[in-house]
Nanobody, 127 residues
Framework: QVQLEESGGGLVQAGGSLTLACVASGRDFSTYVMSWFRQAPGKERQFVAG????????LYADSVKGRFIISRDGNKNTVYLQMTSLKPEDTAVYYCARDSTKTRGALVSDGYEYAYWGQGTQVTVSS
């Protein structure tokens, strides 16, 4: 059974920074793509960033490119999302997700390709 637990959310002023963490239980963490998604009130879930199981290849939504960095630590079964230059429009619940396919060749941004999700952590950016 895989469980994902996010932490690190909170309230921050515009221009500030936060780092989210997601700890994964279960086996084979280092063989799955891991990603972050977010959902703001009244809006659809949105892909934010993903990191390949090789730990080097990453993918970002255009809206966060240059401001967010995703990384993973296989020794800690943890994926991180460093968020800088935060904007009010970044306000959302942020979810960690694990790919459904082991050692997938490419990063995918479609949430339907992810089999496991965390409970989410709230990020609020005030103007």
């Amino acid at each position: 059974q895989v469980q994902l637990e996010e932490s690190g959310g909170g309230l921050v002023q515009a221009g500030g920074s936060l780092t989210l963490a997601c700890v994964a239980s279960g086996r084979d963490f280092s063989t799955y793509v891991m990603s972050w998604f977010r959902q703001a009130p009244g809006k659809e879930r949105q892909f934010v960033a993903g990191v390949h199981w090789n730990a080097y290849t990453t993918l970002y939504a255009d809206s966060v490119k240059g401001r967010f960095i995703i990384s993973r630590d296989g020794n800690k079964n943890t994926v991180y999302l460093q968020m800088t230059s935060l904007k009010p429009e970044d306000t959302a619940v942020y979810y960690c997700a694990r790919d459904s396919t082991k050692t997938r060749g490419a990063l995918v941004s479609d949430g339907y390709e992810y089999a496991y999700w965390g409970q989410g952590t709230q990020v609020t950016v005030s103007s």
